[in-house]
T-cell receptor, first 113, second 115 residues
Framework: SQTIHQWPATLVQPVGSPLSLECTVE??????LYWYRQAAGRGLQLLFY??????ISSEVPQNLSASRPQDRQFILSSKKLLLSDSGFYLC????????????FGPGTRLLVL | QKEVEQDPGPLSVPEGAIVSLNCTYS??????FMWYRQYSRKGPELLMY????GNKEDGRFTAQVDKSSKYISLFIRDSQPSDSATYLC???????????????FGKGTLLTVNP
């Protein structure tokens, strides 16, 4: 069966510090991968998605970036965090054969102070 | 008009009640419909998945899709305190042949089932 991991689970960072969140998927090959941010009362905001190694599509202009160095690894980064980057970050994967259904990881709660 | 509308609630019901959760949408190309359940401080988990119109039942949960009205519902029978969570609807046009791999989500309805 497929499993998705995210770490860390919780992170408190000062404004201006760098960020690296990691997501890995097990039990599937060539998944589509997604990064979302969920802020209170604002729903899920798609940040990036990737259909293959090195292929990243950005949905929202911001100071975040994403990379996919391996088939089942997706990384969310920032060089300098802003207060507005605080939120709950979710990684998800999908496979076309199951009709776009996405499966989410446990999330990383980021607080920027 | 937003692409997907979902009443945020909160919705509070007694244990054993039948719960109805709903979403409306504007994009007639949507054909894949999902319901996710999200417990506090956890990632969303897939609850129900339907393709096109009709009903799908899984235990105490029933998902309904009415494409003519652009309206989807999730019914929970014999609701339990463990059903207390935020429920998110999501949908897609399934156009992965192009560049669209995205789901469109509702903002979620917060449900509390009181013992």
């Amino acid at each position: 069966s497929q499993t998705i991991h995210q770490w860390p689970a919780t992170l408190v960072q000062p404004v201006g510090s760098p960020l690296s969140l990691e997501c890995t998927v097990e039990g599937t090959s060539n998944p589509n991968l997604y990064w979302y941010r969920q802020a209170a009362g604002r729903g899920l905001q798609l940040l990036f998605y990737s259909v293959g190694i090195g292929q990243i599509s950005s949905e929202v202009p911001q100071n975040l970036s994403a990379s996919r160095p391996q088939d089942r690894q997706f990384i969310l980064s920032s060089k300098k965090l802003l207060l507005s980057d605080s939120g709950f970050y979710l990684c998800a994967w999908s496979v076309w054969e199951v009709g776009e259904t996405q499966y989410f990881g446990p999330g990383t709660r980021l607080l920027v102070l | 008009q937003k692409e997907v509308e979902q009443d945020p609630g909160p919705l509070s019901v007694p244990e054993g009640a039948i719960v109805s959760l709903n979403c409306t949408y504007s994009n007639s190309a949507f054909q894949y419909f999902m319901w996710y359940r999200q417990y506090s401080r956890k990632g969303p988990e897939l609850l129900m998945y339907t393709y096109s119109s009709g009903n799908k039942e899984d235990g105490r949960f029933t998902a309904q899709v009415d494409k003519s009205s652009k309206y989807i519902s999730l019914f929970i029978r014999d609701s339990q305190p463990s059903d207390s969570a935020t429920y998110l609807c999501a949908m897609s046009d399934g156009n992965s042949g192009g560049s669209n791999y995205k789901l469109t989500f509702g903002k979620g309805t917060l449900l509390t089932v009181n013992p």
